[in-house]
């Protein structure tokens, strides 16, 4: 809660409180709309820019008036403690702008303001413009240093916007706000390889003998350099000499490590250099 809703609050005459003591999870019954309305529509993606800010404005300016003006909900009446059984009664659902014109003391000046604003109200083109801006919003989604060329705006057909409204509670609906786009924003660490500088060296060897194990190819490498060679090595080896990694440049598969989907347990180096 900001300081500007702090400082309306205070001059409506409505009580500002903070958490109650011993009493943590008094946040959840405001965070919860932030999953319930705020993620449902707009989902977790982060938007940066001007053009995201006017789709938000958009978006959030259709869902007030839908959510207020069409969309019944439930308020509690009552809540009634037997034991450890808790009974809750409601009042019959209604949008909230029904409740608002059935207060008394709302002035008449202000009904009359909500009954135009409900009679000029569309709820199948505030729907629609719903899922325009969601359109437009799921375009921009993780747009961080990336240079987005300029799009149209999102242009939705009303008739057959409403002609699939039929058959989408079955179909479902995925909404372009969830397909958030994967950029890796770090590069992939790329590591030197022992086998590196005796690159050129292994490959003599292969090319003069193709059916060469790792275990001798380890076995020439450890004799050529002890310090950098040992016997834990030869599952470095295996997958820089095995055939399937063979047809690429070895380069390239000591860079990545030469992984495959195929994973098998190398025999004991002791049985195969004796």
Not at 223 to 247: C, E, H, M, W, Y
């Amino acid at each position: 809660m900001n300081e500007l809703v702090v400082s309306w609050c205070r001059s409506q005459g409505l009580e500002v409180t903070r958490s109650r003591a011993y009493r943590k999870d008094d946040q959840a019954w405001v965070e919860q709309k932030n999953g319930a309305i705020v993620r449902r529509l707009v989902g977790y993606g982060r938007f940066v820019g001007a053009e995201a800010t006017a789709a938000l404005v958009r978006l959030y300016d259709a869902v007030r008036l839908h959510g207020n003006l069409f969309q019944p909900s439930f308020k509690l009446r009552e809540k009634t403690r037997i034991g450890a059984r808790v009974i809750k009664r409601y009042y019959p659902p209604a949008p909230p702008v029904e409740r608002v014109l059935a207060h008394p003391e709302v002035t008449e000046v202000d009904k009359e303001l909500l009954r135009a604003m409900l009679a000029t109200a569309d709820p199948v083109m505030l729907f629609t413009g719903i899922r325009a801006a969601q359109e437009d919003l799921g375009r921009r989604v993780d747009r961080r240093r990336v240079q987005a060329t300029p799009q149209e705006p999102v242009v939705i057909d009303l008739q057959r916007f409403t002609a699939n409204l039929k058959m989408a509670w079955r179909r479902g609906e995925v909404r372009p706000t969830y397909t958030r786009p994967y950029r890796r924003t770090k590069p992939y660490p790329k590591r030197p390889s022992m086998l590196e500088p005796y690159e050129a060296q292994i490959l003599a060897w292969l090319e003069a003998e193709p059916t060469l194990s790792a275990a001798l190819v380890l076995r020439r490498l450890m004799n050529i350099d002890q310090t950098r060679f040992t016997t834990k090595s030869l599952r470095t080896v295996q997958i820089a000499v095995k055939p399937g990694v063979r047809r690429r440049p070895l380069k390239s598969s000591m860079a990545t490590g030469g992984r495959s989907p195929r994973f098998f347990t190398p025999p004991s180096l002791d049985n195969i250099l004796q």
